[in-house]
């Protein structure tokens, strides 16, 4: 039977879940991980196995629950008994975490969810105009290709208005291509059912939450949605440096900024 529970594990002292965005693929975490590894036992989780000779093959759409529930295996695997793990989730990775913290709130100390898509609970206004814009980033990315779908995502996370012919205009990906390319993936398999998730916000253990954005995230989509999550659920919110992949962006302060807002 062949392992899906693909991980890397780096590093010593408490265990670290981190769960990266997009389809998954840990690309562009490996400068921030090893700043953690000083800290940390740093279990990066890659539900689809692409950094683990899977890219390039047949991907469905993808599920939430999936997603948390070969975390908390993953988990079952790394954590010692008796032990609750820190997670940070990004993203996508960061909707997964809190579906991971609603179902299995007992295996984790604290979670770090940094700009997570999780539209489905805001007010009806901006969650229909939210769902809106992914559904059409969707259909921009079938019709028009992966960089007319990445660039009207870009400014509809940042509030701006791009209309049906503003931005590049390309071919739409063959299959073959798309599974060989993380972010193709992501558009085609995760971005629409991702966001369309309704987390039990009631479920998510008082304490045990924090929500972050990046500082240069501020005014857009996914700032304001983590800033609303905190409300609601009564969690702590806080600023991380750079935007939405500021991991990449500024690997060892988002570290650093990270070990900070960990409890100890």
Not at 63 to 91: I, M
Not at 100 to 123: D, F
């Amino acid at each position: 039977m062949t392992d899906t529970l693909h991980h890397d594990v780096r590093g010593s002292g408490p265990v670290l879940l981190v769960m990266p965005g997009g389809a998954g693929h840990p690309m562009g975490f490996a400068p921030m991980t090893e700043v953690l590894a000083d800290h940390f036992t740093v279990v990066t989780y890659d539900p689809l196995g692409l950094a683990h000779g899977r890219l390039g093959l047949p991907v469905d759409d993808q599920r939430v629950r999936d997603w948390s529930e070969g975390a908390r295996q993953v988990l079952a695997r790394t954590l010692p008994a008796g032990e609750a793990a820190y997670v940070l989730g990004t993203s996508s990775g960061g909707i997964a975490a809190l579906d991971l913290l609603a179902r299995h709130p007992e295996r984790l100390r604290h979670v770090v969810a940094h700009e997570p898509p999780c539209v489905a609970p805001l007010p009806d206004g901006p969650r229909e105009r939210a769902e809106a814009l992914f559904r059409k980033v969707h259909e921009r990315y079938r019709t028009a290709g992966l960089p007319a779908a990445a660039a009207l995502l870009g400014a509809g996370l940042a509030g701006r208005e791009v209309g049906d012919q503003d931005g590049p205009v390309g071919q739409p990906l063959t299959r073959e291509e798309e599974l060989n390319n993380p972010m193709a993936l992501f558009l085609a398999h995760v971005l629409v059912p991702f966001t369309a998730y309704a987390p039990d916000l009631s479920a998510l253990a008082p304490g045990r939450l924090t929500l972050a954005a990046g500082t240069d995230s501020r005014g857009g989509l996914l700032h304001r949605t983590a800033e609303y999550l905190a409300e609601r659920t009564g969690s702590p919110f806080v600023e991380f440096p750079g935007g939405h992949v500021g991991v990449a962006e500024h690997p060892a302060d988002f570290a650093e900024r990270l070990v900070k807002t960990l409890p100890g």
